[in-house]
Structure formats: structure tokens, C-alpha cells
């Protein structure tokens, strides 16, 4: 039998948020959801998967940070993989989450402006304790980053369309900003379908930003109503 070789998985832990609250958070809740034994493990598994997508984007968000001698290749070769694997988390990871926790009509989310109304009232119609939270939530997103992060995505990382605005993209602070966007919009959806599928006498509690543990600065936590 061979021997069991321990690695290290990455140079950030849960002091970053996203770890803490992602990672780490997001994880802890499932044995207390209603999804069946059998589903709290593939759920996890999903959630881990997420978090990869993250890790390797902040991965690439370190490496920009450093501030190295990149050549301009180097330099865009970053920002395009970090940009492409915070696209994978959001728009592909993120609905195989919500469809293991019983939603299979998330997409509604992505979709083109001409279909989103219809797609999210119909949402709401099958999920009334949770539509009008998360169709507003959404709603928000799509009209201040997510549009343009999936233009970008789409039409110049994907098909090099001519007419995109991408300088932007290229600049360390929009890079943080989006990926601040990405993760905390997975968070909060996860959160609110979450939210749904508790027992009946558990409820999410937000943990004021003041009273969180430096070391694993969670958000939520499950209390009794």
C-alpha cells in the first residue's frame, strides 16, 4: 500500500472571507437542511467545487498583486484566466449546487433580458417563500456588474467580437472588485435557497461584521427561531 503524502493545498486559509464564508461557511449548514442524507454529501461536494473555481481565481489574483515584471502576454494571460474561472463558479459550478439543494430553474438568472421577466416570475410562482427575495437580489446584480462581466466573458474572452469595452478588465482594482462581486453573489444565493430547505425551526442568523473571528470571519449562523 503506498504511503499517504500530505501537501499543502494553498498559500490563503480562513482569514480570507470568502474561504471562511464559502469554503467553510457554506459547508456547515447542510447536515441541518432538508435534503435528504444521501444529498448532503454531493451538495458539499459542489460547494467544494465552487470554491475551487475561487481558489484558482484568487490564485490568479495573488500572482497579479505581486506586482512582478510581467510581460503584456504574462500580464493578460492572469487576468484572462481569473476572469474565466470566476465565470465557472458563478454560471456553472453554482446552478449544480442550487439544483442538488431542489431548484432546477435557477437559470433564469443568465438569461437575456427579453426572457428574464417571464423565466423569474415563473421562479417565484414555484418558490413563493424565496422568488421575490432572490428575482430582486438577482436583479441587482444583473444591472451592476453581472452583464458586463458576462459580455466580457462571452463576446471577448470566448468569441473576440469586435465593439466590447474590456480595458477595464485589465486593471488590478476592477479584477478585485469583480471577484468580490462574483463570491458574494454565491454566497447569497446559496444562502437564500438554503434559507428554504432548513428545518422548520432553524433560521439564518447574519453575524454583525463586528463580532466575526479574524482568523475564520464567517457571516451566517444557523439559531433556533
Known amino acids: 500500500m503506498d504511503s499517504i503524502q500530505i501537501k499543502k493545498y494553498s498559500n490563503f486559509g480562513s482569514k480570507e472571507p470568502w474561504v471562511a464564508r464559502i469554503q467553510m461557511g457554506l459547508s456547515g449548514f447542510t447536515n ?4 435528504g442524507i444521501s444529498n448532503e454529501q454531493l451538495i458539499n461536494n459542489s460547494i467544494f467545487y465552487i470554491s475551487e473555481e475561487l481558489g484558482f481565481a484568487f490564485t490568479e489574483l495573488l500572482d497579479l498583486k505581486t506586482n512582478i515584471d510581467y510581460t503584456e502576454l504574462n500580464l493578460k494571460k492572469h487576468y484572462n484566466d481569473l476572469y474565466d474561472h470566476l465565470w465557472k ?3 456553472d459550478r453554482l446552478p449544480e449546487t442550487a439544483e442538488l439543494l431542489g431548484f432546477n430553474d435557477i437559470g433564469f438568472i443568465f438569461s437575456k433580458e427579453d426572457r428574464y421577466q417571464s423565466q423569474s416570475k415563473h421562479f417565484i410562482d414555484l418558490n413563493p417563500n424565496i422568488g421575490n427575495k432572490l428575482s430582486t437580489m438577482i436583479m441587482d446584480e444583473r444591472q451592476t456588474w453581472q452583464q458586463e462581466l458576462s459580455n466580457f466573458r462571452n463576446n471577448y474572452l470566448q468569441h473576440r467580437k469586435e465593439g466590447v469595452q474590456i480595458d477595464h478588465f485589465y486593471k488590478l482594482q476592477s479584477a478585485e472588485i469583480v471577484f468580490a462581486n462574483v463570491w458574494q453573489a454565491i454566497e447569497d444565493i446559496i ?3 438554503m434559507s428554504d430547505k432548513l428545518m422548520p425551526q ?4 447574519e453575524i454583525p461584521e463586528e463580532e466575526r473571528e479574524e482568523g475564520n470571519p ?3 449562523v444557523i439559531v433556533l427561531k
Open 89 to 91: 463558479a458563478y454560471k
Open 218 to 220: 464567517q457571516r451566517f
Open 202 to 205: 432553524l433560521t439564518f442568523r
Open 32 to 35: 441541518l437542511l432538508e435534503v
Open 191 to 193: 444562502i437564500i435557497l
